[in-house]
């Protein structure tokens, strides 16, 4: 029960090693010294009780923004992937080509050998046609 006070009570405090100590609001902790690099120590107080949660370490990055190498490995690996998904359609495209080229071989000589089949077909019809008009004459 001691702890359940409305949060108008609870009140954070940062008081950083060697500056004033900064009240923050709700969730948020705020303080006054901007520099590049600091430590603070974290105090929760909740009425009379008063808790030291640890200190805090905040170092800027020297660059200032993102580092190059969290820049250049993503566009790096997006154009190693552009170039790969290219090659394998390359490659896929040119099977293909082979395949059809392969198919329209195939066919033409499927369509010759339809033609010969055809051919001997009506020879032998013809022939045995006339084999039975030359024995249906000589009976």
């Not at 709700?26 to 430590?39: M, P, Q, R, V």
């Not at 090659?87 to 369509?111: A, C, D, N, P």
């Not at 339809?114 to 022939?127: G, I, L, P, Q």
Request: charge should be positive; proline fraction near 3%.
């Amino acid at each position: 029960k001691a702890l359940s006070r409305s949060k108008r009570e609870v009140s954070r405090k940062l008081r950083e090693v060697g500056d004033d100590a900064t009240t923050a609001p709700d969730k948020s902790l705020t303080t006054k010294k901007y520099s590049a690099d600091y430590t603070a120590v974290v105090t929760v107080q909740l009425g009379n009780w008063r808790h030291t949660a640890g200190k805090l370490y905040y170092t800027k990055s020297p660059s200032g923004g993102i580092p190059y190498v969290a820049i250049i490995i993503p566009i790096g690996g997006f154009i190693v992937l552009v170039v790969l998904l290219s090659y394998v359609g390359l490659k896929y495209h040119r099977s293909q080509q082979t395949h059809r080229r392969t198919l329209k071989t195939v066919r033409m000589h499927m369509e010759k050998l339809e033609m010969r089949v055809a051919n001997e077909c009506k020879d032998a019809f013809t022939a045995l046609q006339m084999q039975l008009t030359d024995d249906h004459g000589n009976v």
